[in-house]
Each structure stands twice: as C-alpha cells, then as structure tokens.
C-alpha cells in the first residue's frame, strides 16, 4: 500500500502529541510535588541547584510545544536532553536490569527517549501550529 504525505502527517502527529501529553503528565506531577526532589539529585550529583529547573522546561515547556507542533524539533531535543539527564542523574543503575515483568528496566524511559530524537528528525508535519511553511516543525 502506498503512503501518502497525510499518512506521514497524521503520523508524526500521533507520535508527538502522544509523546507531549505523557511527558506533560510527568511535568505536572513534578510541579504539585514541588522541585525538592528534583534539586536534591541534581545538587548531589554537583550540579548547581539551577540546573533541577530545567526539568520544568523538558517536562512541561517542551511538551507543550509538541502538542501543538511549535518548534517540534526543538521542542523534541530538549525532552531528549531531559531524558538523557532522567538516565544520567535518577536511572543510571538500571541502565543493565531487567524488569520484573521481563523487558527492559528502562524500557519506558527509553521510549521516550528513541520518540522525542524521531521527533527532532521527523519534525510536526502539516498537523500542527507550524503547518505548511516547513520552519521548526
């Protein structure tokens, strides 16, 4: 069967707004926690405190543009950046474990990570606030 552009389109828009949305949910439960968690493991690991705040743009900044496919790209390498310090500061020791259920420990981490690169190289495509003028979708 052949794909056509609105199949790409449609596509693109399932992945990033499904990857919007459910790393939204995990920037609001961050911001009715509350940074403290947050700021702990990133000052124990030596970074400076300011650095924990940047989880706010990855989790609720970042997702929001995907969802409305704004700056996709962009918007799809900081939840991969975001991602990369969830595995380098919180997940580290699970890199090599098996979870119980079997898979991956970090398979859903992964999978966010593998989805927000797809979308910083796919790009929004036409569904989205950028549309048809092909910049930072």
């Known amino acids: 069967m052949a794909r056509t552009q609105g199949d790409q ?5 399932i992945l990033r707004i499904v990857l919007g949305v459910l790393i939204l949910l995990h920037g609001i439960s961050k911001l009715m926690a509350g940074p403290a968690f947050v ?11 300011f650095v924990a705040y940047g989880v706010y743009i990855g ?5 929001l543009l995907l969802i409305v496919g704004l700056w996709a790209r962009l918007a799809g390498l900081i939840v991969a950046a975001n991602m990369l310090f969830a595995f380098a500061l919180v997940h580290a020791k699970q890199l090599g474990q098996m979870a119980d ?7 859903l981490q992964g999978m966010y990570l593998a989805a927000a690169l797809a979308v910083a190289l796919l790009g929004a ?4 606030m950028g549309g ?4 930072w979708n």
């Open 101 to 107: 259920s079997g898979g991956w420990a970090l398979e």
């Open 132 to 135: 048809l003028d092909g910049k």
């Open 9 to 13: 389109d449609l596509g693109k828009a």
């Open 125 to 128: 495509g036409r569904f989205s």
């Open 59 to 63: 989790e609720i900044f970042a997702p």
């Open 39 to 49: 700021v702990q493991v990133v000052t124990q690991a030596g970074l400076p405190e």
